[in-house]
């Protein structure tokens, strides 16, 4: 069956350090792969997607994410979080007629 | 500006009342869907719909009806049946991929409470 994991419900980071969220898929092909993000209150805005080509995808807001066939995963990074970053980040991966999505991972920064 | 308008943004309504909540998009897209979202929650499926006049049950559509009778509009209404329906709503519509659904565009959402 088609899923998506998001082990780490709850992550906090320092501001200024680096963020690493983890996603793993259960996928019969090669999927399409999304990032989302979500302030308290709003709708979701897309960070990044993949498609295809280059496994190392580009995003809005100083994100970058890795699609890793072999593991199955798809991990977001910043190499140095803001204090605007806090707020709820889900992975999901494009099925047949719908995305799937993980539970999602809330983003705590500290000063 | 093309995008997903949901209205109306708050709604209060008290018990065994049926409500409905809008959602109309301009971006030409086949796909629309209703998420429900609770607090801490990530996002559970209502319906939703690949064409016109043609709609699915996703995975918490019990309370819930929704029409699919315009392209651009996909409204939900809440239905007395429903048990818990104080949450937050999302409306998306995506555009489908050789591959699989595409990229989700989302409203800002409705936040429902029952009295």
């Given at each position: 069956a088609q899923s998506v994991t998001q082990p780490d419900i709850h992550i906090t980071v320092s501001e200024g350090a680096s963020l690493e969220l983890r996603c793993n898929y259960s996928y019969g092909a090669t999927p399409y792969l999304f990032w989302y993000v979500q302030s308290p209150g709003q709708g979701l805005q897309l960070l990044l997607k993949y498609f295809?080509?280059?496994?190392l995808v580009q995003g809005i807001k100083g994100f970058e994410a890795e699609f890793k066939r072999s593991q199955s995963s798809f991990n977001l990074r910043k190499p140095s979080v803001h204090w605007s970053d806090a707020a709820e980040y889900f992975c999901a991966v494009g099925g047949t007629d719908k995305l799937i999505f993980g539970t999602g991972t809330r983003l705590q920064v500290f000063p | 500006d093309g995008g997903i308008t949901q209205s109306p943004k708050y709604l209060f309504r008290k018990e065994g009342q049926n409500v409905t909540l809008s959602c109309e998009q301009n971006?030409?897209?086949?796909a629309m869907y209703w998420y429900r979202q609770d607090p801490g929650q990530g996002l559970r499926l209502i319906y939703y719909s690949q064409i016109v006049n043609d709609f699915q049950k996703g995975d918490i559509a019990e309370g819930y009806s929704v029409s699919r009778e315009k392209k651009e509009s996909f409204p939900l209404t809440v239905t007395s049946?429903?048990?818990?329906?104080?949450a937050f709503y999302l409306c998306a519509s995506s555009i489908r991929g050789a591959r699989g659904t595409g990229e989700l565009f989302f409203g800002e959402g409705s936040r429902l409470t029952v009295l």
């Open positions: 295809s080509g280059d496994t | 971006l030409n897209h086949d049946a429903q048990k818990n329906p104080t």
